[in-house]
């Protein structure tokens, strides 16, 4: 069955150091989403890709923060200079027909 | 701004026993998803649905449009159950997921 993969499922980084975190989502879709969960809290919108560009992007998604689509398959979520309240868990998403297919998650501890 | 209310928090069951899980939304959707959270993090969709019931194994799921309201089943509860489910809305299209704050449940034998 295909499925969203994300790397690394867990990173420790100081404060101030740019952070990538990786999603490769089912070939054929076209929809692509980043999310996110601070520790005990519900899961957050952060930023949603169609057609190569953002498509929509929350409050939290503000200048730190940027995504791309390097390749065909590749889509990453880079934060620049991370702070103490970025730890979460970083989870990517696809669709194509609606129904959402998620990633593992990427757990984000910022030291 | 859609609010997503889910109900119980935390719910407590011995194996065997039948499960409801309550989701209330507050604006109108396109669609929406029962969502299960591992222990280890990950999440995987139960259910996408826009109207009526869906069925898959011992998991049921049902909503009321004009209630603006939904709820999960789980038949014949399990261990292995244990888990948070999510309910989530959708307003339109593929437009982001609105989340609620998940339910914990722990199923014990």
């Known amino acids: 069955e295909p499925e969203v993969t994300q790397t690394p499922s867990h990173q420790v980084t100081q404060m101030g150091q740019e952070v990538i975190l990786r999603c490769v989502p089912i070939?054929?879709?076209?929809?692509f989403y980043w999310y996110r969960q601070i520790l005990g809290q519900k899961v957050e919108f952060l930023v949603s890709?169609?057609?190569?560009?953002?498509?929509?992007k929350s409050e939290i998604f503000d200048d730190q923060f940027s995504v791309e689509r390097p390749d065909g398959s590749n889509f990453t979520l880079k934060i620049r200079s991370t702070k103490l309240e970025d730890s979460a868990m970083y989870f990517c998403?696809?669709?194509?027909?609606?129904?959402?297919?998620f990633g593992e998650g990427s757990r984000l501890t910022v030291l | 701004k859609n609010e997503v209310e889910q109900s119980p928090q935390n719910l407590t069951a011995q194996e065997g026993e039948f499960i409801t899980i309550n989701c209330s939304y507050s604006?109108?959707?396109?669609?929406l998803h029962w969502l299960q959270q591992h222990p280890g993090g990950g999440i995987v969709s139960l259910f996408m649905?826009?109207?009526g019931k869906k069925k898959h194994g011992r998991l049921i799921a049902t909503i009321n449009i004009q209630e603006k309201h939904s709820s999960l089943h789980i038949t014949a509860s399990h261990p292995r159950d244990s888990a948070v489910y999510i309910c989530?809305?959708?307003?339109?299209?593929?437009?982001?997921?609105?989340f609620g704050k998940g339910t914990r449940l722990s199923v014990i034998a």
């Open positions: 649905l826009s109207s």
């Open positions: 890709f169609y057609n190569n560009e953002i498509s929509e």
């Open positions: 070939s054929n879709h076209l929809y």
């Open positions: 989530a809305v959708r307003v339109s299209g593929n437009t982001p997921l609105v």
């Open positions: 604006v109108g959707i396109s669609a």
């Open positions: 998403a696809s669709s194509d027909t609606g129904e959402l297919f």
